[in-house]
């Protein structure tokens, strides 16, 4: 018994190191990318560049620790993609980010059809409340239509009728709304669940553990030992992925 105990201290110390690492590595990216967005905007004339935002593909993090950020868990609602896929992106994401919804409207199909679709890449979302309660109530929603199979389609739903700059208004009647467009199934089970204490419970873990690793604004992305932050355009995300695939092969 003594030698399961002592496993179990070793084991939680671990976690806790490669925890700990993971969020300096990711507070020096958000510093790296705060520093690169100043100097870009001492120099720029042309529009706001929090448009585009900002990234740092050359961030590097040791396997294990890329291993640590990724769940890798079968029939997760909130993943998609081959389950052993060479390389797992992870996105933060808040559903009343303008930029996520960017994202998802403009970059996320092309990675699906040349990425995910191709068996390269898993992607894995993990919700964060960023911007109020609203926040923290369309992330529940989105967890709860992904009971019934449809988180991703709940976020295109979202997503498609998001403002190009300005946070969202969701209401409940709107996040009932989207559940529609969405063809989740079970509309009253949906209502339901939106006041499920344990999926809000899980939505704050999540914006925690996010703040904890040192990720402050979002979308914010992980493939492999490279990171990435900001609506970036297309060609930056393919490029992206391809370093990170070819990293994963060798």
């Known amino acids: 018994m003594r030698k399961i105990q002592n496993l179990n201290t070793e084991q939680a110390a671990r976690n806790s190191w490669a925890k700990r690492s993971l969020s300096i590595i990711l507070v020096c990216v958000a510093l790296l990318i705060a520093f690169l967005s100043v100097g870009r905007l001492a120099q720029q004339t042309g529009p706001d ?19 640590e950020i990724s769940r890798r ?11 052993d896929a060479p ?7 808040d559903l009343r980010c303008p930029f996520c919804a ?8 092309l990675i699906e059809s040349d990425f995910v679709e191709q068996g390269l890449v898993r992607i894995e979302i993990r919700d964060v409340a960023f911007f109020g309660e609203q926040s923290e109530s369309a992330a529940v929603a989105a967890r709860a239509a992904g ?3 449809k988180y991703f389609e709940y976020l295109d739903a979202v997503y498609q009728s998001a403002p190009a700059r300005s946070h969202p208004d969701l209401p409940r009647e709107k996040l009932v709304e989207f559940a529609q467009q969405a063809d989740v ?9 939106l ?22 604004s979002v979308p914010f992305f992980v493939a492999g030992n490279t990171a990435l932050s900001g609506a970036q355009p297309s060609e ?8 990170a695939v070819d990293q994963g092969r060798r």
């Open 49 to 67: 560049p929090a448009a585009t935002a900002s990234a740092t593909p050359d961030s590097e993090q040791p396997d294990d620790q890329a291993a």
């Open 236 to 243: 930056v995300f393919t490029d992206f992925l391809h370093n």
């Open 195 to 216: 006041s499920d204490d344990s999926l809000r419970a899980e939505v704050q873990q999540s914006t925690t553990e996010a703040q904890e690793l040192g990720v402050s």
């Open 102 to 109: 960017a994202f998802h409207r403009d970059t996320m199909p």
């Open 185 to 193: 199934d079970d509309l009253e089970k949906f209502t339901a669940d």
């Open 73 to 83: 868990t079968a029939k997760d609602p909130m993943a998609i993609g081959n389950l």
């Open 87 to 93: 390389i797992v992106l992870t996105e933060w994401t």
């Open 147 to 149: 009971r019934q199979g």
